[in-house]
């Protein structure tokens, strides 16, 4: 049996990832509707999580940086 854990770890930070999901989305052309999306492959879900995490490694090295 699978688990999934889609718990935010800050739950006030809910609203805003689902929003940058969304803009990742749209960025990388992936047409990402809120709720249920199993028309989509997995490599287009897998596209945009991974992007997500680009960028946030991106944004926290520039904070590290100073910049």
Do not use: D, R
Not at 15 to 34: C, D, I, R, W
Not at 41 to 52: F, L, P
């Amino acid at each position: 049996m699978s688990t999934t854990n889609n718990k935010t770890n800050v739950p006030e930070a809910k609203e805003a990832m689902n929003k940058f999901k969304m803009e990742v989305a749209s960025e990388l052309g992936v047409p990402l509707s809120n709720g249920y999306n199993g028309n989509l492959t997995s490599a287009q879900n897998g596209s945009v999580g991974g992007y997500m995490v680009k960028k946030m490694i991106e944004a926290q090295e520039k904070q590290m940086a100073g910049k």
